[in-house]
C-alpha cells in the first residue's frame, strides 16, 4: 500500500467519518490531492462517501471505510482461529471453550503484568497497556478525560440539587470526590481478533477481566463502546473507585 492510501485509511479507522477537507488537513497534504486518492480508494471498494447539505453550496462528501477495507488491518488469521474455535466448541463443548478462554486471560494477565512492571500511578499503568495494545494490532490510544467527567458530574449534581430544591430545603453536599477522581478513555479503532470474537464472545469478557486485573485495586473499568454492538471501535473507561 503507498503512503498517500495508507496515511488516509488509517486516518478514517481511527478518527472515523471525515470530508475531503478535514482528510486533506488532518494528513497534512492537499484538498485535490487527497480527493484523487480518496477516488482510487473508491474505485477499489475500500471508502465510500455520503452527501451531507450543510447551507448553501454543494453538499459536502463525508467518506467512511467499507467492510472490504478491514482486510488492510491486521486480523490476526481470522478465518484459522475462527475454525479452531469451531472445532474446540465441537470435541469438548461449551464448557470446554470457556475454560479454554479463562486460560486464554490468566496467561495474558501474567505476560502483562510483567510488561507492565515499574507502572506507578493510573496514568502510567492506562499508557503503557496502551502500547501493549497498539504492539498488538488494536491501534489503541489513551486519554484522559477527568476533567470532562468532573464537569458532567456538576452538571448531573446541579439538575439533582434543582429537582430537590423544588421539593424542599437544600440539603449539605460535597463535590471533594468526583472532582479528585482520574478518568482516562483507552479507544481501541482495531480489533485484530474480531473474527474469533464474533465466534466466542467470551473472548471479549476476558478483555474486560484482564484491563480489572492489570489496572490494579481500587480502579473500575467499563466498556462504553463495542465492534460487536455496532460501534466503529471499543473504548474503554477507566476510573479510581
Request: charged share 30%; proline share 3%; hydrophobic share 35%.
Amino acid at each position: 500500500m503507498s503512503w498517500p492510501r495508507d496515511r488516509i485509511l488509517h486516518l478514517l479507522k481511527t478518527k472515523g467519518p471525515l470530508t475531503t477537507t478535514e482528510i486533506g488537513r488532518r494528513s497534512k497534504t492537499t484538498h485535490e490531492a487527497a480527493r484523487q486518492v480518496l477516488a482510487e480508494l473508491r474505485r477499489d471498494g475500500l471508502v465510500e462517501f455520503e452527501e451531507r447539505r450543510g447551507g448553501v453550496g454543494r453538499p459536502a462528501r463525508i467518506w467512511h471505510l467499507t467492510e472490504d477495507a478491514g482486510v488492510q488491518f491486521p486480523d490476526s488469521h481470522g478465518e484459522l482461529a475462527v475454525g479452531l474455535l469451531s472445532a474446540m466448541r465441537s470435541a469438548f463443548g461449551e464448557d470446554g471453550l470457556e475454560k479454554l478462554v479463562a486460560q486464554r486471560t490468566r496467561t495474558q494477565i501474567k505476560a502483562y503484568r510483567l510488561l507492565m512492571r515499574g507502572c506507578g500511578d493510573l496514568r502510567a499503568r492506562v499508557h503503557r497497556l496502551t502500547e501493549i495494545r497498539s504492539a498488538e494490532g488494536y491501534m489503541a490510544e489513551c486519554k484522559d478525560v477527568s476533567r470532562r467527567h468532573a464537569a458532567e458530574a456538576r452538571a448531573a449534581r446541579r439538575a439533582k440539587r434543582g429537582a430537590l430544591d423544588a421539593q424542599g430545603p437544600a440539603q449539605p453536599h460535597s463535590d471533594s470526590g468526583s472532582e479528585r477522581a482520574k478518568v482516562f478513555e483507552i479507544i481501541e479503532n482495531h480489533c485484530p481478533i474480531c473474527a474469533a470474537a464474533e465466534a466466542c464472545q467470551g473472548l471479549c469478557a476476558g478483555e474486560l477481566k484482564l484491563f480489572r486485573a492489570v489496572l490494579g485495586p481500587g480502579v473500575a473499568v467499563e466498556r462504553t463502546e463495542h465492534l460487536l454492538d455496532g460501534a466503529r471501535r471499543c473504548v474503554y473507561l477507566v476510573r479510581t473507585a
